[in-house]
């Protein structure tokens, strides 16, 4: 559906190198933390900012090629931008509808009602939540086959967040669609994605299906004691505590067996980042 | 295309405020005075510029950004500008002419058609050459920046015909007769001149739009 490969982009102090891939009928989540490059990489996807090198497919055709019509069938939220503050829903609805050949105005209507969307007031009147719920239900009423999804959920409270990801989950029932999505709650990604790219400093310094990640990996609480006769073999990232040491591994099974005096945790999707992040290679 | 024109619609929908304006100052112009020439000129030009203020909200939040995300081509979004404010000046000037003749009826005054005519053209050619500048320096450095742009691009041309004149002086080249016969050409051809003018003026500007929109990041 969607293949970046050794994706380059130049910024003052800061570089992009990015390579992923979503593939059909999947949900892959990006996460990192702000400026890492997440948006920067849905910028380049999406065609707004001229990329240095590397290529962009997108329904296996080079980016350059990607016209109006493919982009049909495209869903988009973007985490800095959205429709025209001085517009209401209801302008938007004729204008949507001539964009896409499937608008389902019904639906989006229905859904609009529902996340109590009003239809006659400006846009720029809206709350961050009731314009990112906008943008989420315009992506998701035209039969698009690829969402892009940045940030999605910012802004949301906890019960809509819930309900915005049922309606992604429902639109993954079909099949042919995949969605590449980035929120900075991982509780969002670690109950949707199918895999996590993790992304750092513009470079991605992980990836992995997120069964594996949550089933597999692991963190190991250490005291430096403990920490000298480890062994360090499956260890990915350690990081200095006040206690000693906590050290990131994929192979959690291997030191509850071998280690059954060390504490080691499942770890959450948000504890992986931070040691993967702060933590040092080993 | 035409998901593009009916958010401008939209957005035109919403400035009930610049509505309000220019039907007080065309009523209040044509009620008080018997010379409709300014009246007719400041519509046009209010209606022939009012796409610069498309682009200004198109652009504010970073919102050109999601709009090219969706299926729009920069390109679309450019050829729609221009024929935007086309679409929006013929009927501002409709609509004032009109109004013009009928308050002159009313109050049994003089229209004259050649006033009229030479007031439409100076105001189309007002709109064209604002259209032409500003069109795409919108595009290129969006509404904040382009205010600067705008009176540098106007310093430098203010400088550009002052020296221009003082070099004809220095050369002793008589631009004054080369102007007063431009004056004193026909109407047909003084007309058919300044099309061909605009029509050209319209194809560069154009040009540099659609160069500067595919250049721009968001």
């Not at chain 1, 009423?141 to 969402?147: M, S, V």
């Not at chain 1, 190991?220 to 040491?245: A, M, N, P, S």
């Not at chain 2, 198109?58 to 999601?66: A, F, I, M, T």
């Not at chain 2, 221009?164 to 080249?173: E, M, N, Q, S």
């Amino acid at each position: 559906m969607l293949r970046l490969n050794k994706v380059m982009k130049s910024y003052n102090g800061f570089q992009l190198n990015c390579t992923l891939d979503v593939q059909e009928g999947c949900v892959t989540g990006l996460i990192g933390k702000n400026g890492a490059g997440k948006s920067t990489t849905f910028k380049a996807i999406l065609g707004l900012i001229s990329t240095d090198g590397g290529s962009i497919e997108i329904f296996g055709k080079p980016i350059s090629e990607i016209g109006v019509q493919d982009k049909e069938d495209i869903g988009v939220v973007m985490a800095d931008s959205g429709f025209s503050g001085f517009l209401t829903i209801q302008d938007l609805i004729p204008m949507l509808k001539n964009l896409y050949r499937n608008f389902q105005e019904e639906v989006f209507r229905r859904k609009c009602r529902e996340f109590q969307l009003p239809l006659n007031k400006k846009i720029k009147e809206f709350s961050t939540g009731m314009k990112r719920k906008l943008q989420v239900i315009a992506a998701l009423t035209h039969e698009a086959k690829l969402l892009i999804l940045d940030e999605p959920t910012a802004g949301l409270d906890v019960i809509a967040r819930d309900e915005l990801l049922d309606m992604l989950r429902t639109y993954m029932e079909q099949e042919g669609r995949a969605i590449l999505i980035s929120s900075h709650i991982s509780s969002d990604l670690e109950g949707l994605c199918d895999d996590i790219y993790m992304i750092d400093n513009g470079k991605i310094i992980l990836y992995e299906e997120t069964d594996v990640l949550l089933d597999v990996y692991g963190i190991l609480k250490v005291t430096k004691e403990q920490y000298e006769k480890l062994d360090l073999e499956h260890i990915l990232r350690c990081k200095k505590e006040e206690f000693g040491y906590s050290c990131l591994t994929d192979q959690r099974q291997f030191y509850q067996e071998n280690y059954p005096d060390i504490t080691v945790e499942k770890g959450t999707i948000d504890e992986l980042i931070m040691i993967m992040i702060r933590g040092e290679r080993k | 295309m035409k998901a593009l024109f009916i958010k401008d619609l939209g957005l035109m929908k919403g400035q009930k405020q610049f509505f309000a304006v220019v039907l007080i100052m065309m009523t209040v112009f044509l009620s008080a005075y018997t010379d409709y020439s300014f009246v007719i000129a400041y519509i046009t030009v209010m209606f022939g510029i009012m796409t610069l203020s498309t682009i200004s909200y198109d652009d504010q939040d970073n919102g050109l950004g999601y709009l090219f995300a969706l299926p729009v081509s920069r390109r679309d979004y450019v050829k729609e500008k221009y024929l935007f404010s086309f679409a929006t000046t013929i009927p501002g000037t409709i609509l004032v002419t009109v109004f013009a003749l009928v308050v002159s009826r009313i109050r049994k005054i003089d229209f004259c058609i050649e006033e009229w005519v030479m007031m439409v053209t100076i105001s189309l050619l007002i709109v064209v050459v604002t259209l032409v500048l500003m069109i795409p320096i919108h595009l290129k450095f969006g509404a904040e920046r382009s205010r600067l742009a705008l009176m540098i691009l106007f310093g430098g041309g203010t400088l550009t015909i002052y020296a221009a004149v003082k070099l004809c002086d220095a050369l002793g080249i008589d631009y004054i007769s080369a102007l007063d016969r431009l004056a004193d050409m026909s109407p047909a051809v003084t007309l058919t001149g300044l099309a061909l003018i605009c029509t050209v003026l319209l194809g560069i500007s154009y040009r540099c739009s659609i160069m500067f929109i595919e250049a721009r990041e968001f």
